[in-house]
């Protein structure tokens, strides 16, 4: 069995560095709430962790939280340039696919109406376009996206927020909250 130990590799490669320096990256963009943010530098450092790891040597694992490389005793490890460069390489994949990690993270859909209409717009076929928003604009749409806000909703206070704290985040008041709550146990 392999002996391992840690090796601290300087604050600025723990945790809350890296995700500051993710939130800053993120600040430019408009179309995200601090929530969403908050989604996506979490999903962003995850992705540089599994980037970094699959750079370091083998058996050579980062720790975000303790700053730290964990690795076998006496294994090779990155020098500080070797570190630096590896980490550049690593963010650079990350940002490669941030596009792709914001849809898996937040789905496919705009976060606001603006955002909304712009894509709307963006469509360039006019027949499409008028599907696409005629789709939006029906009642059976409607419905259905009521049920998904109320699901979400839902599954929220389940993981353990408050009905403030979901009213809060999505910028409504609690009766709105509590309405869709009592609708929900209305229809079940």
Do not use: C, F
Request: hydrophobic content about 40%.
């Amino acid at each position: 069995m392999t002996t391992t130990t840690t090796t601290r590799i300087g604050a600025q490669y723990g945790r809350d560095s890296q995700r500051d320096s993710i939130l800053a990256y993120l600040n430019g963009d408009d179309t995200l709430t601090d929530h969403d943010r908050d989604l996506m530098a979490d999903a962003l450092l995850r992705e540089l962790e599994t980037e970094v790891d699959e750079r370091l040597p083998v058996d050579v694992y980062w720790t975000p939280a303790a700053s730290e490389l964990v690795h076998p005793v006496g294994a090779r490890l990155p020098d500080a340039w070797e570190l630096a460069e590896l980490w550049a390489e690593a963010w650079r994949a990350v940002e490669g696919r941030h596009a792709e990690l914001e849809r898996d993270t937040l789905g496919a859909l705009p976060g606001t109406l603006e955002a909304l209409e712009a894509a709307l717009r963006a469509i360039e076929d006019p027949i499409r376009r008028a599907r696409v928003s005629g789709l939006l604009a029906s009642s059976d749409a409607v419905r259905l996206v009521a049920g998904v806000r109320g699901d979400a909703v839902e599954e929220a206070t389940r993981q353990g927020l408050s009905r403030q704290e979901v009213a809060d985040l999505l910028g409504t008041g609690l009766p709105a909250i509590n309405k869709i709550m009592r609708g929900r146990r209305r229809a079940s």
